[in-house]
């Protein structure tokens, strides 16, 4: 394991503060958008189905772009690339606020994905260079806390925001709050000499195609189907762009990716648990809202006490949880959490017309805990499973596991659903099922049970790998 640099355990605390308040920046950015669309679509004169993309195109932008930035911060350094993605952010926000069109707000919001993208490849890493192995996990759990708080309170504060004032402002709290980080970065983010490397950019450009070009072709096939032909181009072109980019990092002399990173198979089985984690959460997450809301007729509001429950637990939990990994290893925790996680949707499987909410506060509070185990000690096997001169890339492709499988699971859940509920009623159904909310509960039973079954294999992933490493002791 690597050591964490020597100084003053306050001021490793001052330097994490900085990075969890970027990240809680970047998370708050991503759920406060949702609310404010509709205000947008009207005063942009836009359909919802081109307003959609001021989302997608952020998320396109982080992901097409966070392994060259993590990259650029084990050769420059990464709080120096940390701060310039503060910088970039901060300014692409101010301009989002000003935007009086869809695509200059589309194009802002491409600029702050790419600021959020070169600070996110690098939080992890700050964190993992700066904190000695015996607090690390507690640091990590921080910092997932902060992801936790901006995702819970990123629609309450938006839409408070949209009610009182024009949606310009979800943009404009960002710039105070950028302000604040990127002044106090400058005086206390640790300085790094700058190490010998080049920036693969023929890498980088397949890289970013292949995520571009994927996302857009998912995104488009949901409406247009997977059989039209642009979505099928785009689709073909981004596995052209995949298989151009492993064919490059073969053969580049400083590759964007060294896949040796992947021998370890420490790293690469830590990932695999992250992706199916995230690819369960997002999974349930883009369906719960319409049990609560449309299937059981609660207003939105007290939908979102109900779904509110697992952020908190987590916020609270993750802290404590990445203590726990700290004193008695990571290993156990991080199957524990899986193992809670399976338990949790296996319950969400039996929701239907008459379940008590209490049931289902209850069913969420396990896959919560679950989550708040898993999270934070997984992450500190990735940051602690490779060297220093590789944190950057380890924690950009950490944080694009967690990207892609958001959009994965978003997309696989979805599909499932109107394959299962068109399946089920003899015709095509890629909508909420009004009027016929049975169809929709007995459609989202056997998605249940899938992601059940998803994190259980995650979960003895996890096991098989904590019996090697004590087997190996």
């Known amino acids: 394991m690597e050591q964490g640099i020597p100084g003053k355990a306050s001021s490793r605390w001052v330097i994490c503060i900085v990075v969890i308040l970027m990240t809680f920046m970047s998370c708050l950015d991503s759920s406060i958008v949702n609310i404010a669309l509709p205000a947008m679509s009207a005063e942009l004169k836009s359909p919802m189905s081109s307003i959609e993309w001021v989302v ?20 420059h350094g990464k709080a120096r690339v940390f701060q ?4 970039i952010f901060t300014v692409s926000s101010l301009g989002c606020g000003l935007s009086h069109s869809l695509a200059a707000l589309i194009a802002w919001r491409i600029a702050q994905g790419i600021g959020a993208a070169a600070y996110m490849a690098n939080n992890q890493g700050i964190i993992a260079q700066t904190f000695e192995p015996g607090e690390r996990g507690r640091a990590l759990g921080t910092l997932g806390s902060s992801v936790a708080l901006g995702n819970m309170l990123g629609p309450a504060v938006g839409g408070a925001i949209v009610t009182n004032h024009a949606w310009n402002g979800i943009f404009f709290i960002n710039v ?5 980080a990127m002044v106090t970065g400058r005086c206390v983010l640790p300085k790094e000499a700058r190490k010998p490397g080049t920036l693969d950019i023929p890498g980088a450009v397949f890289f970013a195609g292949f995520i571009a070009l994927s996302i857009v072709g998912v995104t ?15 689709l073909a072109l981004g596995v052209a762009c995949l298989v151009s980019f492993v064919a490059r990092e073969r053969s580049a002399k400083s590759p964007l990716l060294d896949f040796a990173i992947f021998r370890n198979l420490g790293f690469t089985a830590a990932l695999a648990c992250a992706a199916v984690s995230f690819i369960c959460i997002s999974s349930s997450g883009i369906l719960l809202p319409f049990y609560l809301v449309n299937a ?22 993750s802290p404590v949880c990445g203590a726990i990994a700290d004193r008695y290893g990571p290993r156990g925790p991080s199957f524990l959490g899986l193992a809670l996680m ?10 239907g017309q008459a379940t008590p909410f209490a049931f289902v506060i209850a069913f969420l509070s396990v896959i919560a805990i679950g989550q708040g185990f898993f999270q934070p000690s997984n992450n500190t096997i990735i940051m602690s499973s490779v060297p220093r001169d590789k944190l950057g890339i380890a924690g950009s492709v950490n944080s694009l596991v967690r990207n892609l499988g958001i959009v994965l699971g978003v997309t696989l859940s979805t599909s499932l659903l109107y394959a299962i509920m068109s399946a089920s009623s003899g015709r095509a159904v890629t909508d909420y099922p009004h009027g016929n909310d049975a169809l929709f509960i007995g459609s989202i039973r056997p998605i249940y049970c899938a992601i059940a079954a998803l994190c259980l294999v995650g979960a003895s992933l996890a096991f098989a790998r904590f019996r090697l490493r004590r087997a190996r002791v």
């Open 176 to 180: 105070p709050l950028g302000l604040l």
């Open 342 to 351: 399976g338990a949790g949707f296996l319950l969400l499987a039996t929701l």
């Open 296 to 317: 059981r007729s609660l207003r939105a509001s007290v939908a979102g006490l109900i779904l509110i429950v697992s952020p908190v637990l987590i916020g609270v939990l």
């Open 220 to 234: 488009v096939g949901q409406t247009r189907g997977f059989a039209d032909i642009p979505v099928l181009a785009s």
């Open 56 to 75: 997608t195109a952020y998320l396109v932008a982080i992901s097409a772009t966070i392994l060259a930035f993590g990259r650029l911060g084990d050769m």
């Open 84 to 87: 310039w993605g503060t910088v």
